[in-house]
Nanobody, 123 residues
Framework: QVQLVESGGGLVQAGGSLKLSCTASGRTFSRDAMGWFRQAPGKEREFVAS????????SYADIVKGRFTISRDNAKNTVYLQMNSLKPEDTAVYYC????????????????WGQGTQVTVSS
């Protein structure tokens, strides 16, 4: 059974940092693009960041560019999202996803999903 499991969420003050992790099991994802999405209450799920299977190519939503960094360790089947300078508007459930192409930003185009981890940023 393929699983993506996120961890590292929590409550942090504005300006603080969190590092999310997503570990895959059931098969290797070393040849898959990996991505992070988020969904705030009452809003649609939105793209945050993605990384190609080699790690050579990364992409970010404009609203997180310069604050968030995506990385991966294929030996550990894990992808990370380092989040700095967090803002209250970053509050959401963050989801890890695996897919074919890191350039795709629509959630519908990603195949595998984790269950999500809550990130809450207080002002």
């Amino acid at each position: 059974q393929v699983q993506l499991v996120e961890s590292g969420g929590g409550l942090v003050q504005a300006g603080g940092s969190l590092k999310l992790s997503c570990t895959a099991s059931g098969r290797t994802f070393s040849r898959d693009a990996m991505g992070w999405f988020r969904q705030a209450p009452g809003k649609e799920r939105e793209f945050v960041a993605s990384i190609s299977w080699t790690g050579a190519t990364t992409s970010y939503a404009d609203i997180v560019k310069g604050r968030f960094t995506i990385s991966r360790d294929n030996a550990k089947n894990t992808v990370y999202l380092q989040m700095n300078s967090l803002k209250p508007e970053d509050t959401a459930v963050y989801y890890c996803a695996a897919g074919t192409y890191s350039t795709l930003r629509s959630p519908n185009e990603w195949r595998y999903w984790g269950q999500g981890t809550q990130v809450t940023v207080s002002s």
